[in-house]
C-alpha cells in the first residue's frame, strides 16, 4: 500500500450544511475494498489552539465555560480557533490575551494533533507559554468565562480522576507532564 495515495475514490459530493465554523459533506465512494459506500465529514473553517500557561512556580491558569454542544460547564486551558493560514502561534497569543488577560515573552509549540480523523480535518496545535505578565482579559463576547489560577499537579490530578474531559487539555496536560518530569521545561 503506497501511504501517500488515497485507497479511496470520490464518486460525488454535496454540501449539506455549512456556517462560519464548520461545513458538513456528504460523500458518494468507493471503498477501500472496492465496494460503493458513503462517507460523511465535518471540515472546520478554523485551527484548534490551545495554551498551557506556567508562571515560576508551575501555576497554571484554566478557563470554565459551559460548552452548549455537551450542555454541560466546563474546565480547560485557554483554547479558541485560529484562522487557517495563520501562524499558530499569533492564534495562541490572541487567544491567551483574550480569555485570560495574560501575555508571554516565551512560546513552545508542543504538540500538533488532528482531532475526530476519522470524521473531521480539524488540526489543532498546543502550546506552552511562560515568563507572563498580566492585564484584563477581553473574552468574544459570545463567551462567558471564569479564570482560575491552580497549581500545574492539581491539574494534573483533575485530568487523573475524569473532572478534566476535554480532549485538548488532556492532550497538553499530559505532554506537559512529561515535559516537567523530564526537566525539559
Not at 490551545?50 to 478557563?63: K, W
Amino acid at each position: 500500500m503506497d501511504e501517500n495515495k488515497t485507497p479511496w475514490q470520490t464518486l460525488d459530493k454535496k454540501e449539506i450544511y455549512k456556517n462560519p465554523w464548520i461545513t458538513v459533506n456528504h460523500y458518494n465512494v468507493i471503498t477501500p475494498g472496492g465496494n460503493k459506500g458513503i462517507y460523511g465529514t465535518v471540515d472546520f473553517a478554523h485551527t484548534a489552539i490551545g495554551v498551557i500557561v506556567l508562571d515560576e512556580e508551575y501555576n497554571t491558569y484554566i478557563v470554565g465555560q459551559y460548552r452548549f454542544p455537551l450542555n454541560l460547564y466546563s474546565w480547560e486551558i485557554p483554547e479558541g480557533g485560529g484562522e487557517k493560514g495563520e501562524d499558530p502561534l499569533i492564534s495562541a497569543k490572541r487567544e491567551l490575551s483574550e480569555e485570560c488577560g495574560i501575555e508571554a515573552r516565551d512560546w513552545r509549540l508542543i504538540q500538533k494533533f488532528h482531532l475526530s480523523n476519522s470524521v473531521s480535518n480539524e488540526t489543532g496545535y498546543l502550546f506552552i507559554a511562560q515568563n507572563l505578565s498580566y492585564f484584563d482579559a477581553h473574552p468574544d463576547d459570545n463567551e462567558e468565562l471564569k479564570i482560575k489560577k491552580i497549581p500545574f499537579k492539581e491539574l494534573f490530578k483533575m485530568v487523573l480522576d475524569g473532572t478534566i474531559t476535554d480532549a485538548m487539555t488532556i492532550m497538553a496536560v499530559y505532554k506537559t507532564n512529561y515535559l516537567i518530569q523530564n526537566k525539559k521545561i
